[in-house]
């Protein structure tokens, strides 16, 4: 049996990443018992357990591009769908050590499969369907963190704990990398303009693949992951740390950041100006960074969350597109693109992460320091779109 629906395609790519998510942001949600088990008392050392798959993020999506490139990109995927059931050991682990090692693959799985989201969008949708598609899978993550905050309670209740959920979330998983398998990833797409992504290239190919030292020389790419990291900061510090900071709105701000996504697609469908949104999308995202940290009038923190949700995950289909209309494309430059894209970003959200942690370490438990760190990075977004290139500039009249 061949799996050729492209339909069916993103169905499986949406719904993996989606199981990540649940089981990274299960494994948080249950860091009170992890901490205990492994008798962690210092927030900075929960951090880092945390930071296990930020880590592995690093290292996964920088050689993301490198493994497509030996495995093709269906059996690149597979190999993440099986990092990601590593995480199956988190439950059972009996050591910090194993539990850091599960972590860190299970990390290293979700770092391939959100670098392989673009190539495989290439191979089975058209140019108009893409900024779409690419928005669907932008909101997996928050769609699987939604469920985590929301339900983790009645999901625990219903597996008998929250070590057989983790579990239950990790075969799933496997048991959708193994139908991955089914795909005919050699379908050919009639309708493709840039160049597809292909097993067994070429040597004419091969020998114009646009490697990691181009992109590296590429303003693009630092002008891209900066204006992202300072929000992918923010994002994980939300789930993260304002609970703990008794900051109780992380899962509207979640909630919203899906009504938000599905409104940036249907906005990018209709308007093709990519940088504008990301703009104006920036400054209130900073704006209300400051007021959900500092106001501490509940009513006031509720709306906030409600905007910061919306405007953080308005202008993603716009950001995630624009690498998809430059020039010249292929599917080899835009996996290494997005490589090294997630590579830097998560790099710089490690080192936000740590820090925000060990600030409150060092203020005894007094979150004000991180939370004017968190709102000073996180205003990369709205400085960084002046350095983004515009791929539709309006015609003059």
């Known amino acids: 049996m061949k799996i050729s629906n492209k339909y069916l395609v993103e169905a499986i790519v949406f719904v993996s990443y989606v199981l990540f998510a649940m089981a990274w942001v299960g494994g948080t949600a249950s860091m009170t018992q992890i901490m205990s088990s492994m008798d962690v008392d210092s927030l900075a050392s929960a951090s880092f357990i945390s930071g296990a798959v930020t880590i592995a993020k690093i290292a996964g999506t920088f050689i993301a591009a490198w493994i497509a490139l030996k495995m093709g990109i269906k059996y690149a995927f597979f190999l993440s769908g099986l990092l990601v059931f590593i995480g199956v050991f988190t439950p059972m682990s009996a050591t910090y050590d194993v539990l850091l090692v599960s972590r860190f693959l299970m990390g290293l799985g979700g770092a391939l499969m959100i670098v392989y989201f673009n190539p495989i969008v290439m191979k089975f949708f058209a140019v108009e369907e893409r900024s779409t598609i690419n928005g669907l899978n932008a909101v997996a993550f928050n769609v699987g963190t939604a469920i985590i905050l929301s339900s983790m309670a009645e999901i625990n209740t219903l597996t008998g704990g929250w070590q057989q959920s983790l579990v239950i979330f990790s075969v799933a998983s496997i048991v959708l990398a193994v139908v991955w398998l089914f ?3 050699n379908e050919p797409v009639a309708t493709q ?3 597809p992504v292909t097993e067994s290239p070429s040597v004419d190919e091969e020998a114009s693949v646009y490697g990691y030292s ?3 020389k590429d303003k693009f790419t630092w002008a891209y992951s900066l204006c992202y990291s300072g929000l992918l900061a923010f994002y994980i510090c939300l789930f993260t740390f304002y609970p703990k900071a008794g900051i109780t709105q992380s899962s509207v701000v979640i909630g919203f950041g899906i009504i938000g996504t599905i409104a940036g697609m249907i906005f990018s469908k209709k308007v093709k100006q990519r940088v504008p949104v990301i703009t104006w999308s920036g400054a209130m995202v900073t704006l209300m960074v400051f007021v959900l940290s500092f106001y501490q009038h509940a009513e006031v923190q509720l709306v906030a969350a409600m905007l910061l949700g919306f405007f953080v ?10 690498p ?3 020039k010249d494309m292929t599917g080899d430059k835009i996996t290494v693109v997005f490589s090294l894209f997630w590579s830097i970003s998560y790099l710089i959200a490690t080192v936000v992460l740590w820090l925000f942690g060990k600030l409150v370490d060092i203020n005894d438990g007094d979150f004000t320091m991180s939370f004017l760190l968190i709102g000073v990075v996180s205003s990369s977004f709205f400085i960084g779109s002046f350095f983004l290139p ?4 309006k015609k003059e009249s």
Do not use: Q, W, Y
Not at 390 to 393: D, G, I, S, Y
């Open 183 to 185: 795909v005919d990833f």
């Open 193 to 195: 303009v840039a160049k």
């Open 214 to 216: 181009d992109g590296l």
């Open 313 to 322: 995950f308005f202008p993603i289909t716009a950001l995630v597109s624009i």
């Open 324 to 326: 998809h209309e430059l």
């Open 390 to 393: 515009e791929t539709n500039p």
